[in-house]
């Protein structure tokens, strides 16, 4: 897993005030994913796990797409 560290840099005078720049930088975070980076990077899992997991999920999605609940 690589680990990427972008600073997110909000032009406060192009935003007419701080809650219009406190709402970018909101929306900045969660389109770069990097809350869920954290997250994912403060436990340790296994690769087996992780792989087990993706497998499981895309049958779930397969089976919610196929109609078989």
Do not use: C, H, W
Not at 9 to 20: A, G, N, Y
Not at 25 to 31: C, E, P, T
Not at 46 to 63: F, G, I, M
């Amino acid at each position: 897993m690589n680990i990427f560290i972008s600073m997110i840099i909000i032009d406060v005078t192009k935003e007419k005030s701080i809650e219009t720049a406190l709402r970018t930088y909101k929306n900045k975070v969660q389109k770069t994913k990097q809350v869920q980076q954290l997250r994912d990077r403060q436990v340790f899992v296994k690769p087996s796990v992780k792989k087990r997991t993706e497998r499981l999920k895309a049958v779930y999605v397969q089976q919610k797409r196929n109609g078989l609940d």
